[in-house]
């Protein structure tokens, strides 16, 4: 599935890049949050994804308005948002960054699969803060590179691994989030334990990704020495938002 969502990514890229100009001169002109300063705060910090669909799950949200579930994210004491904005594969769009950017003043992040320079520029003009970039998708020296850029352009970046050999990819100097998403791409299959294994290897504190499904999870977690989350989809199919996530940060 990776591979099928990198290559229309790619195709994607070149069939938008005329409007690369105004990106950048929109990406001139904004206000920025720290993403990075924004999670170290609390005994948990969630990064509140909101997230329509996804290719494993089909539509996940059906009264859907970005507006009002950031709302909902910020009253629930959510320290970050992150908005899916990959149109094909998970219903997104990046209107919808841009929609949450005029309601909401914490810091956001750009979820999509960054496979070119120009991506970056368009994620600081719709009003992101941060954006995540996929170990897995990424060179080594296309995540060095990726990662100077948005330093420049002033975004921080979640950097996400699902395997420990995919931490190499870390630039030397890098001083965003390292995540770890708990699903292996290629087969779905979720594992929490993920997140614990790669921050003892990795020795540094890491964003759990993927997974979460109540209070239990974030304990369970919490008493490993995990306390930053990035969650959508459990998040996303609660009536109430607001008090379902007070209740995952306890």
């Known amino acids: 599935m990776l591979k099928t969502i990198l290559e229309h990514k790619q195709r994607e890229v070149q069939e938008r890049k005329s409007q690369l100009p105004r990106w950048k001169e929109q990406a ?3 206000d920025y949050r720290s993403l990075v300063k924004a999670m170290e705060h609390g005994d948990v910090a969630v990064l509140a994804e909101i997230k329509r669909a996804s290719p ?3 539509l996940i949200c059906h009264d859907f308005d970005p507006q009002v579930i ?3 994210y910020v009253v629930g004491g959510a ?4 908005v899916l904005t990959d149109e094909k594969f998970f219903q ?3 209107e919808y960054l841009k929609q949450v950017r005029q309601r909401v003043d914490i810091p956001l992040l750009r979820k999509d699969f960054i496979v070119h320079d120009s991506q970056l520029y368009e994620a600081a003009a719709l009003g992101a803060d941060a954006v995540l970039l996929i170990g897995e998708a990424l060179s080594e020296s296309q995540a060095a590179e990726l990662t100077a850029l948005a330093g420049e352009i002033g975004l921080e970046i979640l950097f996400e691994v699902h395997h420990a050999d995919q931490l190499v990819k870390l630039p030397p100097d890098f001083s965003g ?3 770890v998403n708990n699903r292996d791409l290629s087969t779905f299959q979720v594992d929490l334990q993920t997140s614990v294994n790669i921050a003892r290897q990795a020795k540094r504190p890491v964003v759990c990704e993927s997974g979460i499904g109540g209070r239990d999870d974030i304990v369970a977690m919490t008493r490993q020495g995990i306390r ?12 109430d ?3 379902a996530l007070r209740e995952l940060r306890g």
């Open 70 to 72: 950031a709302t909902e």
């Open 241 to 243: 938002r607001s008090a």
């Open 56 to 58: 494993s799950k089909g």
């Open 28 to 30: 001139q002109h904004r």
């Open 177 to 179: 989030l390292l995540g």
């Open 92 to 94: 997104g769009h990046g």
């Open 228 to 239: 930053m989350f990035l969650i959508g989809e459990y998040l996303m199919r609660q009536e």
């Open 79 to 82: 320290a970050a948002i992150s």
